[in-house]
């Protein structure tokens, strides 16, 4: 079981990957609250069987939020795919990118599906224009979570901060909207979600293995370095 040091309980975090193993170790411990994957993730894991997988996925995980996403380009195959996604369980929520591969708004698509019933994911939000269209399409809809990248957005030298406040803000009056901070980089970026009131954080399993670290003393932690440092130059047995 995970343990961290400071206080998580106004932020959810969901695992992000496709190794089953893994999944299926996380579904039991209480500090992960949902999963959420991909089909670049699911591609990397070896994944060859779409629905396989997902149906295996939610053997294990059947009580927390899941996230799939429709892999079609074109918005009515998009629906064709998501609705079959949705029918899966309870549980499912369907990831839709916010634009297709042309730059074409998925909007529309958005708003039939939230009429529809169908709990969503809106994925690869990166501005805050996208935010507006993303809010206004899922508003009266059933809960949905609305996912911005921000580890991308910090990767292009943008303060994702702000972005993801921006999105916080946005859905305060749709409480059945929930923000995602996705593809974070660093531990610090749990903390820097707390602080901006965000709903879930994505964590990958390297950053999951990072999260006893979180809230350490820092004096104990050079110290520990130190140590790391002492530790492996005489296991190298080095001499000059």
């Known amino acids: 079981m995970l343990q961290v040091n400071i206080d998580l309980r106004s932020l959810k975090l969901f695992a992000d990957g496709a190794d089953l193993a893994a999944i299926a170790e996380f579904a039991v411990d209480p500090l992960i609250r949902g999963f959420t994957t991909n089909p670049t993730l699911m591609r990397s894991a070896g994944v060859s ?3 396989a997988f997902a149906r295996g996925v939610l053997e294990v995980v ?47 698509l958005q708003r039939r599906l939230a009429g529809s019933g169908v709990k969503q994911n809106v994925t690869a939000v990166f501005t805050r224009a996208q935010v507006d269209e993303v809010v206004g399409a899922l508003a009266g809809g059933p809960e ?72 350490r003393d820092l004096d104990d932690f050079s110290l520990d370095t130190v140590k790391m440092f002492h530790r492996d130059a005489a296991s190298a047995e080095y001499r000059i």
């Open 49 to 51: 069987d779409y629905e």
């Open 62 to 108: 059947t009580n927390v939020p899941i996230s799939f996403e429709v892999f079609s380009d074109e918005f009515d195959e998009m629906e064709h795919q998501a609705l079959k996604i949705a029918s899966w369980g309870d549980n499912v929520f369907v990831k839709i990118p916010v634009t297709n591969t042309r730059g074409e708004s998925s909007r529309d």
């Open 144 to 215: 949905s979570f609305l996912s911005v990248f921000a580890g991308r957005i910090a990767d292009a030298g943008h303060d994702p901060v702000p972005y993801v406040q921006a999105a916080v803000d946005a859905v305060e009056p749709y409480p059945g909207i929930e923000v995602i901070w996705a593809s974070p980089r660093e531990v610090y970026n749990i903390k820097q979600a707390a602080d901006c009131g965000c709903h879930v954080i994505t964590v990958t399993p390297d950053l999951l293995k990072k999260l006893p670290q979180l809230g």
